[in-house]
């Protein structure tokens, strides 16, 4: 299950103090899937899940070189938990809204730890233009491939369609201030995620339209 749904800024203060309070009270063992040991996890896990290479080799950090979203690339990371039990934590930031499958991703996190914390960019800022370049006029981020909206304590993604590039209705929701950045989330269990009408895009372009219509709807955070 997912629970303390947080719109903010994206500060991870209270997140890394509760990662160092439960190191220092017990062994507590955390990976970061989607991450690089040159961000701002580094000092805080045991292992990094990543297709990158080790970017520092002084840091202590297990690293399972492993394209996420491919399922032939976790057998040794199934050998490893075989062998030492699950993670206790997972972070996984900024990375489910750049891959191809994340509702496999999460899948795969849950089998690999206990519990975790996921972040990704809102909905306001997805939709919001000239995040990157001021000349072009195209919503949120290039490289990302979905919009991620939380409903009913579940998670939805909407692939990033050329359709809402079309029209000015999300304008509404569309917003750069800070403090609607970052869409977070902590969970137990299992991470539960679905793509919007069950990742079919149709049955046409009017049934399209009213999926999208959605991401203007309050209730879906």
Known sequence: MIYDINVSNGDRTSLINF???QKSKKKFTVVD???STGCWSAPYVDAIVDFNPMQNTNLN????????????DYSEIYDYIEANGKFDFCICSHTLEDIINPV???EQIAKISKSGYVAFPTKYRELSRNIE????????????????TIKDNIVVGFPKINYIESTDIFDYVATKEDDMQDLSFWWEDKIDIM???????????????SYYNLLCDPSYI
Do not use: E, Q
């Open 19 to 21: 990662i160092k309070t």
């Open 195 to 209: 793509y919007i009408n069950n990742n079919y895009l149709g049955p046409s372009g009017t049934a399209i339209v």
């Open 104 to 106: 496999f991703v999460c």
């Open 33 to 35: 899937v989607g991450g």
């Open 61 to 72: 950090i297990k690293l399972f070189k492993c394209d996420i979203t491919n399922p032939n």
């Open 133 to 148: 370049f001021t000349n072009l006029n195209f919503r949120g981020y290039m490289h990302h491939r979905w919009i991620f």
